[in-house]
């Protein structure tokens, strides 16, 4: 009679060891694909609000706020879009002065935390994005706001390793 073997030959141990070696490394850089177009994703979404916070401000001031000044790029959109201000309406002849409105924040509900260090406005990957109201290079009638994406780099629109995420690509970016 022939004894029952038990257990798992070295040969079979191996392959097993191959095929789960396989597809860790399938989940591996599977997940890092999914984690840049989650950052993608989020910072598409912060460049949409802000961009209905810029309509609602301009609704109200007939203008975009300014670019430069005490603030610099994405600093204003976070002093300007964040705030409550007063809007002079017309004469009060109640109390002989100009009566006000008060308007604000354009951005409803605010920047949450991971979108804001030292005043600027951070994209999902921690760099501070680029806002241009003057003659913005790509939207001649409105303003650029802009992150530089996955590789921290502000490239050029032509180039094959552009990644930057801008409101003026919008529709490249979300996922479907």
Known sequence: MRERRVGFTLVELLIAMGIIAVLMSILIVGTGFLRN???????TMLIRRINIGL??????????????????GSQNLYYFLGQSFDIEQGYDPATGGRMK????????GGFSKSEVR????????GKA??????????????????SAG??????????PNDDDVNNWKQDKYLSK
């Not at 994005?129 to 802009?146: F, H, L, R």
């Open 150 to 159: 996955t590789n921290g780099v502000f490239d050029d629109d032509d180039s």
């Open 37 to 43: 177009k989650a950052r993608v994703d989020a910072t």
């Open 129 to 146: 994005m680029t806002y241009k109201n003057s003659e913005g290079k790509n939207n001649k009638s409105y303003v650029d706001i802009e």
């Open 101 to 108: 409105k008060r308007f604000g924040p354009a951005l409803t």
């Open 55 to 72: 309509n609602e401000y301009n609704l109200a001031f007939s203008a975009y706020p300014p670019d430069e000044g005490d603030y610099e």
């Open 118 to 125: 030292d005043q600027y406005i951070i994209d999902a990957w």
